[in-house]
């Protein structure tokens, strides 16, 4: 996305930055911190889930923005 994420921004903050700065990949981006989130924090531990999240991270592939 070109948007670091600030030391001790938490997975659910970096979405509201994804939000305000490109919200054209909000959705994207929402489907994979959310399925992140249950991984890393235990609400799923699902190979199913982890192949789901893998093949997100693999196909999100932004445009870059050119600077104004």
Known sequence: TGLARTPGQGPVD???TIRCSRPE???SARTIITLYV???YGRSRSEEDLNRLEGLVRRFRPERRTPR
């Open 14 to 16: 970096y979405l509201e």
């Open 25 to 27: 990949l909000a959705e």
């Open 38 to 40: 249950a991984l890393r």
